[in-house]
């Protein structure tokens, strides 16, 4: 079994700042991409960012210069450090992680989604 916990969502202003933390657990072998993903109601989900093992990183235009993901490979946790943070970036934020089980097998696993709730 594997699993991904989340924390750091909440409730504030427009304009503020939130960290996100995301740390696989479990049956893993090893962890490849890691990712943020966010779903506001009545929206498909989205990605907002991804970062490789190696430390290579992509983001949404929406959220360029504002958001960082960063990992660290020895706790297997992603992060995504929110700044700017502007209301519609309310959403439940969803970390993504595939991982290379210890019976040699990758899937993608998800978290269980944290809400970050931004007000004007």
């Known amino acids: 079994q594997v699993h991904l916990v989340e924390s750091g969502g909440g409730l504030v202003q427009a304009g503020g700042t939130l960290r996100l933390s995301c740390a696989a657990s479990g049956s893993i072998f090893s962890v490849n991409d890691m990712g943020w993903y966010r779903q506001a109601p009545g929206k498909p989900r989205e990605l907002v960012a991804r970062i490789s093992s190696g430390g290579s990183t992509n983001y949404a235009d929406s959220v360029k210069g504002r958001f960082t993901i960063s990992r660290d490979n020895a706790k297997n946790t992603v992060y995504l450090q929110m700044g700017s943070l502007k209301p519609e970036d309310t959403a439940v934020y969803y970390c993504?992680?595939?991982?290379?089980?210890?019976?040699?097998?990758?899937?993608?696993?998800w978290g269980q989604g944290t809400q970050v709730t931004v007000s004007s």
């Open positions: 993504n992680a595939q991982i290379l089980t210890i019976a040699r097998i990758t899937l993608p696993y």
